[in-house]
């Protein structure tokens, strides 16, 4: 593996000063016992009923954890519950229907409230639908949608029903619909007819259709009208709309299915290393427990709360934060559709404002950008009702850590700044906020009962301070299960490397380098493997290498992150053409359109600078690590050992004279 972002990259990221939790929310925190972190050390694995106690079972537990086969772990494996019915009907029962349970804030300045009553209506109507369709427990069905209230509705009733949802990002392309709908074998889809992208409606469905061209199975579909006349559609065979069969199915109730704890509640396709997505399968009773343990212990959700995650329920982080940890609890969860400067730069702090916000939850991406805007957007709003407010997604640094919290959190909010990944569920990695002091720039320590180790290439703990890979020494509930289809390939991903099956020692590895202090704070570096963030989306590089050298006059490509003034990463492309082929404008487009397609337009390259040939070892491996520098501006280290180090000058040249290999 090609340590692109590890050992000697900004090591020396100073965490500034320690901030201790204000007393003020430590009184009111949910979790505040400094005991917990022994408490859980001392007593595993049924620390984690602490986690399971959260829901409500069908059946009790017994076992907490059978690890007779890792790193096949099955938590609460004799336990049975509906993750539908702890979101919903508990709630109901407890005599909470008539509280607010989504507030949805749409793009045209729309809002819909829904109470935990409303919410359950609609979630049994449209699982009878479902099941009037022909899904089955177990059948996987695609979602395909934007941040619609739909979209949260139709992974409840997909859950109601046992039938494990997968949702695709509504901003992918077709054919990324087509290959995750065809690697999870997906009968049935919900999609819509389209939705507002700055105020021009843009067409899902002709995606959707696309998708399913290439399809060989059968697809009955689902589509929401979301545009009415400002795009009219029609449906065709194996299509049915949203509203009708809601009609249809008005008032019906459909009895939660009891599943058992290890059963799948859903799948989430993430990038990798290789071009393929990797379907990571998330079981019921673990993550269900996992997401809400860390509602309540990390974000310190209160049924009472407003609770906003401003992240896509496309990516897991909306999954577990917006959808299923929040209602688990009972708290009520905002969701908006829009982004953050339409139609102002103010709007996120204007629904803060109005909706009375306890918790902020965002990603380091936006609060970078809301800081090169300037204070005066968050000022011209009252924010005092917030209370904690919290960063996931990437590494933030002291400046817009403690911007964030003086500017929107006033000073006086804890911020949590959450380490965790598609695959770990929920979060691992966090100061417990009514407990930990806070270190900007570092994530703090891992949670109780999580065990993390920074180690080095032979897997030895390195020393405080010092650079390494981040890994986790043992099981937690919220962990993925396996990669859809391929157990094999989910030991070889993440478990082969550090683990010595002979001596019965299993470690998981996350991918990221980090560094762990004296007082077991961590500082996530990065990520080794060919993976980059982009806007809080995951884009592998060959993916969208090879995308681009799909193009007609294309002979290589590499991908890189290139930092850019905002500290947000840009995918920057370094193409080489074959003999005789003009690397013009034409090709630049064609570039584009490819990579739209097959994956999207959040992976359009910000720059796509042309060479005659790309770097390479003399084994003929190109060599990202160096046209990473390159893009970055960084100063180069020897490049004898390449075998053309020529090129590197003439690619210098090239983006001195392009200005940067500029999209313009
Ligand atoms: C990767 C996982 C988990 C929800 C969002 C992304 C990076 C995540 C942090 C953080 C530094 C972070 C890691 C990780 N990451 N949170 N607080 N500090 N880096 O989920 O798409 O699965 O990406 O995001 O590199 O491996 P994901």
């Not at 990221?13 to 505040?32: I, L």
């Not at 049924?46 to 086969?69: G, H, I, P, Q």
């Not at 803060?352 to 990603?363: E, L």
């Not at 004296?518 to 990520?527: H, K, P, S």
Request: glycine share 8%; aromatic share 10%.
């Amino acid at each position: 593996m090609d340590d692109r972002n590890g050992w000697d990259q900004d090591t020396t990221r100073s965490t500034g000063t320690t901030h201790s939790p204000p007393q003020s929310f430590v009184e009111q925190a949910n979790v505040s016992d400094p005991g917990i972190y022994e408490a859980f050390e001392e007593n595993r694995p049924a620390c984690w009923e602490r986690a399971a106690d959260l829901l409500s079972w069908d059946d009790e537990y017994e076992t907490v954890l059978e690890d007779e086969d890792p790193p096949f772990y099955r938590w609460f494996p004799d336990g049975r519950l509906n993750a539908a019915y702890n979101c919903l009907d508990r709630h109901l029962e407890a005599g909470r229907k008539n509280h607010a349970a989504i507030r949805w804030e749409g793009k045209q300045g729309e809002r819909r409230t829904y109470t935990y009553r409303d919410l359950y209506v609609e979630v049994n109507e449209f699982a009878a639908a479902l099941r009037e369709l022909g899904v089955e427990e177990d059948d996987v069905v695609t979602v395909y949608l934007p941040m619609i209230p739909e979209l949260p509705i139709a992974m409840l009733a997909c859950a109601r029903i046992g039938a494990p949802h997968s949702v695709v990002f509504a901003g992918l392309s077709a054919d990324a619909l087509a290959t995750r709908m065809e690697a999870a074998d997906s009968e049935y889809l919900v999609t819509c007819d389209g939705y507002y992208r700055r105020g021009d409606a843009f067409n899902q469905k002709s995606k959707a259709d696309n998708a399913r061209i290439g399809l060989e199975q059968n697809v009955q579909t689902v589509v929401v009208d979301r545009l009415g006349d400002d795009l009219p559609h029609v449906l065709g065979e194996d299509e049915w709309d949203y509203h009708e069969l809601r009609d249809e199915f008005a008032s019906e109730t459909v009895e939660p299915v009891s599943r058992e704890a290890e059963d799948m509640l859903f799948l989430m396709y993430t990038s990798g290393t290789t071009g393929e997505p990797k379907g990571v399968v998330h079981a019921t009773g673990g993550y269900l427990a996992h997401v809400a343990w860390t509602s309540h212990a990390v974000l310190d959700v209160k049924p009472a709360d407003t609770y906003w995650c401003a992240a896509d329920i496309g990516w897991i982080t909306g999954h577990s934060y917006i959808v299923y940890g929040p209602l688990t609890l009972g708290t009520t969860t905002v969701m908006y559709e829009g982004t953050p400067d339409y139609p102002d730069r103010d709007r996120l702090w204007e629904i803060v404002d109005r909706n009375a916000v306890d918790i902020f939850y965002t990603a380091p991406t936006a609060i970078r950008a809301f800081m090169k805007w300037g204070s005066e957007y968050p000022d011209q709003h009252d924010l005092s009702s917030l209370r904690l407010l919290g960063t996931v997604g990437e590494p933030i640094s002291p400046r817009p850590w403690n911007w964030y919290r003086d500017t929107v959190g006033g000073g006086d909010c804890p911020v949590v700044d959450t380490w965790w990944q598609t695959e770990t569920g929920a979060v691992a990695i966090s100061t417990l906020p009514g407990i930990d002091d806070m270190k900007p720039g570092s994530a703090g320590p891992a949670l109780p009962g999580i065990d993390v180790q920074i180690v080095d290439q032979a897997g030895d703990e390195v020393a405080p301070g010092e650079a390494g890979y981040l890994t986790i020494t043992r099981p937690w509930p919220g962990m993925a299960r396996t990669l859809y289809d391929t157990d094999e390939q989910f030991v070889a991903e993440y478990w082969r490397r550090f683990s010595d099956p002979d001596t019965g020692e299993w470690r998981y590895f996350s991918g990221d380098t980090a560094r762990i202090d004296e007082d077991g704070y961590i500082t996530v570096l990065g990520r080794v493997d060919d993976v980059i963030t982009v806007s809080g989306h995951r884009l592998g590089t060959m993916e969208i290498e090879s995308a681009i050298a799909d193009v007609d006059g294309i002979a290589e490509a590499a991908v890189v992150g290139r930092s850019n003034e905002t500290g947000d990463t840009e995918v920057y492309a370094y193409v080489s053409t074959e003999r005789n082929r003009d690397a013009n404008a034409a090709v630049r487009r064609a570039i584009f359109e490819n990579i739209e397609s097959a994956i999207g337009s959040i992976a359009r390259p910000e720059a796509v600078v042309f060479t005659p040939e790309l770097p390479k070892t003399r084994s003929g491996k190109i060599m990202r690590r160096l046209l990473e520098d390159v893009a970055n501006g960084e100063e180069l280290g020897d490049t004898s050992a390449l075998r053309n180090p020529e090129i590197v000058g003439e690619i210098q040249a090239e983006i001195e004279a392009d200005g940067g290999g500029r999209r313009s």
